[in-house]
């Protein structure tokens, strides 16, 4: 499956390349299912790629933040912070509840202009997004991003081995999600309830070393 051909699911090459470029996984999506933009590197499809019934691989910068009215962004996060803190003083954050989360984030530096400079593939995600919003701790974001990362390899790894020799040559060498000017990971979370999206930024080795201690 991928563009230029006709795949058997739901996503046509008219769907992606005549509507708006993400209103082909809008019936996908609902008040608790969010959608999911992963970078990927090592890949850069000339045309969008359909890599599963409910999954595109965009293009470097096919994507613009205006497309999922972006609200924020670790960069955006760290000069926010640094003016709420002139303003509340640094009790005054803590007191909000996930301020900890959002400040781990806000420390990658992350912006957007960064984020949207690479592949990224979009799919569904199952988010709970009061605890997206209001994490208890960096882990809860981390976790989050994991769980995405995981689904995101999952449509890829379905892709039909021909068809991802043919389309996506170098994807088997991959990173999911990792920024590297900053060594750090990112993904944006879209509500297309709220219609609103979020770019949460950290480092996925500190989720694998806590999920390590908890396994011990």
Known sequence: ???GMRPSGQITKDTIMFKKPLEALQPFLSQDKQLCL?????????LPVAVSETAILFPKQWLKPSDIRLVSSPADEAAEITRRL???????????KGARAWLASARTEISSREFFARAL???????DWDAFLEPESCLTHLQIMDEAIQGGKAHLDGLDPDQRRLYLP????????YIPSSTCNALLFYTPHEHESYIVGGRLEDWYTNKAHMQV
Not at 86 to 96: D, N, T
Request: charged share 20%.
């Open 1 to 3: 499956m991928a563009c």
């Open 86 to 96: 002139g303003a509340i003083g640094l009790a005054g954050l803590r007191a909000h």
């Open 121 to 127: 593939l979009a799919c569904p995600v199952e988010t």
């Open 170 to 177: 170098r994807v088997k060498h991959a990173r999911f999600g």
């Open 38 to 46: 992963l970078p990927v590197s090592h890949e850069d499809p000339v």
